[in-house]
């Protein structure tokens, strides 16, 4: 029997409010997770409106089409937001991206996602396709190890972690599962910042590299120039700095106007977004969830006089 895990939905109303919904469009709900947002977007849409979901894991899948079966509205892919791009130009009148790890993920131990609960040191959105983080760290070398953790993961002790885990392997095996990472880690980092787990960059690293979520964010952020219609809107959650970094940067840069310097008399090209702002959780959701204390919510508008080639 499987277990169940609750998921608490964050940013839930700011997120739909934000998509500004007109009942009869059609929305993309591009990180499905547990269908928290979905389910308010179907709420808010007519017979004649759709919702589009996207996840890569068969968990969330299942639920998607679960509620598929009994609402026609809904249409269900199982793969990444990268596939994004697959859709018609100009067929979405808005895309929400609720970014990272949904708590089945984390509180399920057979995941591997949580240093919290021992488990498989797996971390894949989607177990059944690609490497999983054991299998990487048999394989890499103490210069990949390092790497990936410092970029990652922001991680300033990044080569030290990365010798303890080489050191492990020559000495007991490869590394298999999250309290045996856990306590590597902590081995080698030497300060730690008051209330977070020293585990916690080197496993947030991981899974980013394992999954990669930065190389899919930037790709669905570029597609979703093209899916969006004139006047559509764009809402990220981020959970981490790169997340929200790669988001903010993306808006900002779509949503200047952008001067030729050899043709410097010439009309700047129509900006393709217009940055409408950013939003944080409440107290009151922080101190419901502590979850979302971490989330940013950044949100643009495709314009309307967009110049063509621009996505």
Not at 60 to 69: F, H, K, T
Not at 123 to 136: F, I
Not at 172 to 193: D, F, I, M, Q, S
């Amino acid at each position: 029997m499987q277990a169940s895990y609750t998921h608490c939905t964050v940013l839930l109303n700011e997120a739909v409010d934000a998509l500004h919904i007109q009942p009869d469009g059609h929305y993309i709900d591009a990180t499905f997770g547990r269908g928290g947002h979905s389910r308010l977007i179907l709420s808010r849409l007519s017979a004649a409106g759709r919702l589009t979901v996207f996840d890569k894991d068969p968990q969330a899948v299942a639920v998607a089409r679960e509620m598929a079966a009994a609402d026609p509205r809904l249409s269900v892919r199982h793969e990444g937001f990268k596939a994004l791009g697959e859709l018609a130009p100009a067929s979405a009148d808005g895309i929400l991206m609720d970014l990272g790890v949904s708590s089945p993920q984390l509180d399920d131990p057979k995941r591997g996602f949580s240093f919290r609960h021992d488990g498989p040191l797996d971390m894949r959105m989607d177990p059944t396709r690609g490497m999983s983080v054991a299998e990487w760290l048999a394989e890499a070398d103490i210069a990949q190890m390092a790497e990936v953790i410092r970029e990652y993961g922001e991680e300033r002790f990044a080569q030290q972690i990365a010798k303890a885990i080489d050191r492990r392997r020559q000495e007991r095996g490869p590394v298999r599962t999250t309290a045996e990472l856990a306590e590597v880690v902590a081995g080698a980092v030497k300060t730690r910042e008051p209330g977070k787990d020293p585990a916690t960059r080197t496993f947030q690293a991981l899974r980013i590299f394992i999954n990669a979520e930065l190389e899919e964010l930037q790709q669905a952020l570029n597609a979703s120039l093209r899916v969006l219609k004139p006047g559509g809107w764009l809402v990220v959650i981020s959970f981490h700095s790169l997340e929200d970094r790669i988001t903010k940067q993306f808006m900002v840069r779509h949503s200047k106007a952008v001067y030729d310097r050899r043709a410097p008399f010439a009309q700047p090209p129509a900006m393709a977004l217009e940055q409408v702002g950013r939003v944080m959780p409440s107290d009151d959701e922080v101190s419901a969830n502590p979850r979302a204390r971490s989330a940013v919510m950044r949100v643009a508008c495709r314009t309307t006089a967009a110049a063509e080639g621009v996505a």
